[in-house]
């Protein structure tokens, strides 16, 4: 490391340098989002997804998200999320923090599913941004004012240009912070990682308690090296123990530790890519690592994994260690 100023710290000697290093990769968290794991009717199986939570929470991840994309929550019936969003907070009972996406097109229905998500419990709430159309930024600034003003606790904003048609710019999630103190964070899930750095330096320099995460695995270093505060991002459904591991490899600056992880992420990233929707993809994964009781059937229109398809999960889970 390049010697410069020193810090007196408690009488020990250390370059200003190392202390600034420091401070920026303690931020890092790396939040589950969570798949909703179905019976064989197509319900929500309460006890198959508390064994998830359980094992998620036991191997250490930073945060637990519930009806996020990944959890299918186009799909699901409004009393159907509030029977889940009740079961997630009683079982997980702060163990971890518990985030919970409300996004809605219905303005008034994502309100009262937030207010409700609050009142059993939820920490944060996650609402992506409108979608089908592409919206100018007045319509989207509309929308999330009037949900911040109407809902009682802390919003992550959610943007998933893939899905929505758009991108939410730094420009308008800064005007959004500067209204709204309860919109206290981002999901940017964008395989444009320069669009996130763009929200890290726009907001956080006048909000710098501002959380910016990235929405896919790879970007999680790169997002804490650039000032944000790590990933919410869906390898770690089935493999918590290699997210932790990385995780805090980050907090305690290992390099080796740090380059290890990054090769694991690296390499299984190709499970996005085994299927042409990967939320079956990640449950074959779950059902073949760490919940074999679990059934990996999908809200229609989805598919669970063809043979094929399981098969080629299998063989890359077993290339880095997963299974047998």
């Known amino acids: 490391k390049k010697e410069s100023t020193s810090l007196d710290f408690t009488g020990l000697k250390i370059p200003r340098d190392y ?4 401070e920026v990769f303690m931020q890092a968290n790396w939040i589950c989002p969570a798949v909703t794991l179905l ?4 319900h929500i199986d309460i006890e198959a997804n508390t064994m998830l939570w359980e094992n998620l929470i036991v191997n250490g991840v930073d945060g ?9 929550f186009f799909a699901i019936p409004i009393e159907e999320k509030k029977a889940f969003i009740k079961a997630a907070a009683s079982y997980i009972q702060k163990r971890v923090p518990l985030y919970v996406g409300t996004g809605s097109m219905f303005i ?3 309100i009262d599913l937030s207010n409700y998500a609050l009142g059993q419990g939820a920490d944060t709430l996650v609402i992506i941004s409108p979608f089908y ?7 989207i600034e509309n929308f999330y004012g009037e949900i911040a003003r109407q809902v009682n606790g802390s919003i992550i904003l959610y943007n998933f240009p893939d899905r929505t048609g758009y991108n939410l710019s730094p420009q308008l999630i800064l005007k959004l912070c500067q209204q709204y103190p309860n919109i206290i964070g981002v999901k940017d899930t964008t395989a444009d990682m320069a669009h996130t750095r763009q929200i890290i330096q726009v907001v956080k320099k006048d909000f710098p308690s501002f959380q910016v995460y990235s929405g896919f695995d790879e970007f999680f270093l790169h997002n804490v090296q650039s000032g944000g505060d790590g990933c919410i991002a869906g390898i770690s459904n089935f493999a918590p123990e290699l997210t932790s591991r990385f995780t805090d490899s980050v907090r305690k600056n290992d390099m080796t530790a740090i380059h290890e992880c990054q090769s694991q992420i690296d390499a299984l990233m190709s499970i996005y890519t085994i299927g042409e929707q990967f939320v079956p993809i990640i449950k074959e994964a779950i059902h073949q690592t760490n919940l074999p009781c679990a059934c990996t059937r999908c809200t ?3 598919l669970s994994a063809t043979d094929t398809q399981k ?3 299998h063989l890359l889970l077993k290339s880095a ?4």
């Open 64 to 72: 637990i998200l519930i009806l996020g994309s990944i959890g299918e």
């Open 39 to 42: 019976d064989s009717t197509g």
């Open 311 to 313: 098969e080629q999960v």
């Open 300 to 302: 229609p229109p989805l």
């Open 108 to 110: 008034n229905e994502c």
């Open 19 to 22: 202390i600034l290093i420091k």
């Open 133 to 139: 159309f592409n919206l100018p930024a007045s319509a």
């Open 321 to 324: 260690n997963l299974v047998a």
